[in-house]
């Protein structure tokens, strides 16, 4: 089945700087990329997601780049805030849509002030 | 408001107790799922429906049961937790597909501890 792996666990980050976080997969089937950010005791919510016709997509201060070729998609979150401290999680799919998805472990994201 | 809900919220058992958890959905989402997430681990799909009455595993079923008879409910059954089954515990809904904007709604979670 598929695998997703999620680096790095943790990222500290200065308030107005820039953070990244990647994901590698391995089905080349997979063609839909989610992020969900969850806040601390809050559930999961999607924030942004790609499917694999796209390389890029900006949504704001949020953008995901995608490349197939090397089976690797990415989180870009540019002018952090201190709102955008929490868990991060990226997730794959085969079927172009939401369901059965793959998640990664998770990023913890801290914002410094 | 569309939403997905879970109860109970929190709950603390013993070995061996039989329980289980309700999830529910006013969205008419064929698609639900139950997820665990421990520390490190992330979220890991339990089971899943597709829709009703037709259900199947997913990365670590071991210990649950999950039933499917209405689109709208998808109860998650420990019939008899044991103390690893502690975690908490994410029931999502979504559209199978061929929908715009379609995402995964995520209930509030549930925090089991098995003592």
């Known amino acids: 089945g598929e695998n997703v792996e999620q680096h790095p666990s943790t990222l500290s980050v200065q308030e107005g700087d820039s953070a990244v976080i990647k994901c590698t997969y391995s089905?080349?089937?997979?063609?839909?990329f989610p992020w969900y950010k969850q806040e601390l005791g809050k559930r999961p919510q999607l924030i942004i997601d790609?499917?694999?016709?796209?390389g890029e997509k900006k949504d704001q201060r949020i953008a995901v780049t995608l490349n197939k070729t090397a089976k690797h998609f990415s989180l870009h979150i540019t002018e952090t805030q201190p709102e955008d401290s929490a868990v991060y999680f990226c997730?794959?799919?085969?079927?172009?849509?939401?369901?059965?998805?793959?998640f990664g472990s998770g990023t913890q994201l801290t914002v410094l002030p | 408001e569309a939403q997905v809900t879970q109860n109970p919220r929190y709950l603390i058992t013993v070995t061996g107790k039989k329980l289980t958890v309700t999830c529910s959905q006013n969205m008419n989402h064929e698609y639900m799922s139950w997820y665990r997430q421990d520390p490190g681990l992330g979220l890991r799909q339990i089971y899943y429906?597709?829709?009703?009455?037709?259900?199947d595993k997913g990365d670590v079923p071991e210990g649950y049961k999950v039933s499917r008879k209405e689109k709208r409910n998808f109860p998650l059954i420990l019939e008899s937790p044991s103390p690893n089954q502690t975690s908490l515990y994410f029931c999502a809904s979504s559209y199978v597909a061929g929908h715009p904007g379609n995402e995964q709604f995520f209930g509030p979670g549930t925090r089991l501890t098995v003592l």
């Open positions: 790609i499917r694999s016709n796209v």
């Open positions: 089905d080349s089937a997979s063609n839909y």
């Open positions: 997730a794959a799919s085969i079927h172009s849509s939401a369901r059965q998805l793959t």
């Open positions: 429906s597709m829709n009703v009455e037709v259900t």
